[in-house]
């Protein structure tokens, strides 16, 4: 006798995910890597941005309110270069943008607006800007400037740059194992037998852990069969912090992958949600000393982000895997690298109405979001890769809610 699987809501899965025990680990990376990281400690500024007062512009540095018909020029100060001369009244020193202003000036006359001739400078046209740019007035030293759990992109880097930092402290990358089976699948670039059909979860799988900043770890592809299932998922578990196994997990004669999991010591935290596209979604964990902070000597990843494994089945249709790593795993891999951060989400405004015959379940459907307006894309269902792959969002309609007329303000997710 086959008995039905619990069915949970997409709530209480999330919560079954939060409450997986993570420990982000971290590690010293250089700059030139640093980026797409997420910053495992707080950065306070060491000095004052910027460091010394200076010119911002190219011009001549003196003393304001000097209202001297002429000023002689008693040096020329390019930028890295301290200036020697104390300004005093009638004097005025050349002066580069970016160049330590000279003792005594406090103010810079661009050259735009002045006349030079046998070492006498004369201001010919108003300038109504002081043109320095004072010490500390950007940043001050001792400033909090990034707070642990930012996730860094280029402006974050210069920034570290700008510190003086030549290394970046952040979270180490979890590892994320994907296995694809089916014994339908065959590699892009290979002939196409009939009845075959490409893999491409590997690679949407391998696209998504790499841009949530995880380091994916393709381990193969099992045919369906029992064993092969159960001794890919254990042999697996060395190589990864977290394991992700697309296929199999429905109800049909050759779906191995709950029972696998079982067979290896996992144990299922659910197996079915009440979720579209994405209901048979396996997620479980094991017991395992191994995972518990260290990991076989030589790895380079010695310590595991997580405290023990764990591991998704997702069903085998490519939007389903797509949208459950959206909304499933890829909180819980943010979460691993310290950073609690929602999915970014936008209001938008639908432009035309939605409708489905039942409210069961709560679906995510691909939208295009363009100028704050939620386009429906034709899309076919869990199948449909072509309908996701224009969208670049995913409206969430609610577990009850059948209807949505055009106009609504609606929550869309960004892809
Ligand atoms: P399954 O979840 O194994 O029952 O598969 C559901 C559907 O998704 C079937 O039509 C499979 O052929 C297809 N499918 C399974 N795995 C993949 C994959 N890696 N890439 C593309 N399609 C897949
Ligand atoms: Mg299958």
């Known amino acids: 006798m086959i008995t039905a699987k619990p069915m949970i809501s997409l709530e209480e899965a999330e919560k079954a995910i939060m409450s997986f025990p993570v420990s982000p680990a971290p590690e010293m990376v250089p700059l030139a890597e640093a980026a797409g990281r997420f910053l495992a400690q707080d950065v306070f500024s060491p000095r004052d941005i910027p460091e010394f007062n200076k010119s911002a512009m190219d011009g001549y540095a003196y003393i304001s309110g000097d209202t001297s018909p002429a000023f002689r020029v008693v040096e020329t100060i390019a930028a890295g270069t301290p200036p020697r001369v104390v300004i005093t009244p009638g004097q005025c020193a050349k002066i580069m943008t970016g160049a330590m202003m000279p003792s005594g000036a406090d103010r810079v006359v661009r050259r735009e607006c002045t006349a030079e001739e046998n070492g006498l400078m004369r201001i010919v046209a108003q300038d109504l800007h002081v043109n320095v740019r004072c010490q500390g007035e950007d940043l001050p030293a001792g400033k909090l400037v990034l707070a642990a759990g930012v996730r860094l992109r280029p402006a974050q880097v210069a920034l570290l740059a700008s510190l003086g930092s030549a290394e970046a402290t952040v979270a180490r990358r979890p590892r994320v194992g994907i296995i694809t089976t089916g014994s339908e699948l ?35 592809r099992v045919a369906d069969d029992a064993e092969a299932t159960a001794e890919a998922i254990n042999a697996a578990m060395e190589a990864c912090d977290i394991l992700i196994i697309s296929g199999g997990v429905s109800a049909g004669d050759f779906d191995h992958v709950p029972a696998a999991m079982r067979s290896v010591g996992f144990t299922p935290h659910f197996e079915k949600i009440a979720v579209q596209p994405g209901m048979p979604t396996v997620f479980s964990t094991r017991a395992d000393q191994s995972h518990e902070g260290t990991a076989p000597a030589g790895q380079s990843h010695e310590g595991t982000a997580a405290a023990g494994p764990c591991a998704f089945g997702l069903p085998g249709n490519p939007v389903s895997t797509f949208v459950i790593f959206e909304v499933l795993i890829k909180p819980l891999l943010q979460r691993m690298m310290g950073n609690n951060d929602l999915p970014l989400r936008q209001q938008a405004t639908l432009t035309s109405p939605f409708r489905r015959g039942n409210g069961e379940r709560t679906v995510f459907i691909p939208v295009i979001l363009r100028h704050g307006k939620a386009e429906l894309v034709s899309y076919h269902g869990s199948a449909h890769l072509h309908a996701l792959a224009r969208a670049n969002g995913l409206l969430q309609v609610p577990t009850g809610q059948k209807e949505i007329a055009a106009g609504s303000r609606v929550d869309v997710r960004l892809l």
């Not at 065959?186 to 995880?214: F, V």
């Open 186 to 220: 065959a590699d892009p670039g290979t002939p196409l037998a009939p009845g075959r059909i490409y893999d491409s979860n590997s690679h949407s799988l391998s696209a998504q852990a790499r841009e949530a900043g995880a380091v994916p770890v393709l381990l193969g």
